[in-house]
């Protein structure tokens, strides 16, 4: 049964970092895209930063660009989320996801080709 557990989320103050990790289970995403997606009360889901397969094509939201990192893994079936100079709008709930395609050649692009979700880990950022 796959799984995907997130962790490193926390309360962290204004212009603070956190790293999120998540860790893959039940079968290898070597193959698969993988990304980030928040949830904040009263928005929509909003994808946050997305990887491909082999790692060399990413993609951003504009409000994070320059201060969030993806990166992953894939020896250890890892993605990861370096988040600095963070922002009170940073506050959500964050998600680790998996596109269903393999070998898509560009970063997922949305949430709509994502198969497999994590639970989701809080990240709130006090101002």
């Known amino acids: 049964q796959v799984s995907l557990v997130e962790t490193g989320g926390g309360l962290v103050q204004t212009g603070g970092s956190l790293r999120l990790s998540c860790t893959a289970s039940g079968r290898s995403f070597s193959g698969h895209g993988m990304g980030w997606f928040r949830h904040a009360p009263g928005k929509e889901y909003e994808l946050v930063a997305t990887i491909n397969w082999r790692g060399d094509s990413t993609t951003y939201r504009d409000s994070v660009k320059g201060r969030f990192t993806i990166s992953r893994d894939k020896a250890s079936n890892a993605l990861f989320l370096q988040m600095n100079s963070l922002q009170p709008e940073d506050t959500a709930v964050y998600y680790c996801?998996?596109?269903?395609?393999?070998?898509?050649?560009?970063?997922?692009?949305?949430?709509?080709?994502?198969?497999?979700w994590g639970q989701g880990t809080q990240v709130t950022v006090s101002s």
């Open positions: 996801a998996v596109d269903g395609l393999q070998y898509r050649p560009e970063a997922p692009p949305s949430s709509n080709v994502i198969a497999y």
